[in-house]
């Protein structure tokens, strides 16, 4: 599992993806969460803004990150 650092209190799901490197443009991420393929928290999340916070898993291409 990859864990993640944020400096904020919360990040938007798309962003996220982003910030991490699994996608190279929110374009992508778009896609990919509408498209069923991101899941946060073991369920399947399509709101591409879904607020993500410390302590969330997100299972994204058979890779796990963890917000920390």
Not at 3 to 14: M, P, S
Request: with cysteine.
């Amino acid at each position: 599992m990859n864990e993640i650092k944020i400096n904020t209190d919360f990040i938007k799901l798309d962003s996220f993806l982003k910030w991490c490197g699994a996608v190279s443009a929110g374009s992508d991420a778009k896609i990919y969460i509408l498209s069923g393929n991101v899941r946060v928290n073991e369920e399947v999340e399509t709101r591409r803004g879904r607020k993500l916070f410390k302590g969330d898993v997100i299972t994204f291409d058979s890779n796990e990150y963890k917000i920390v």
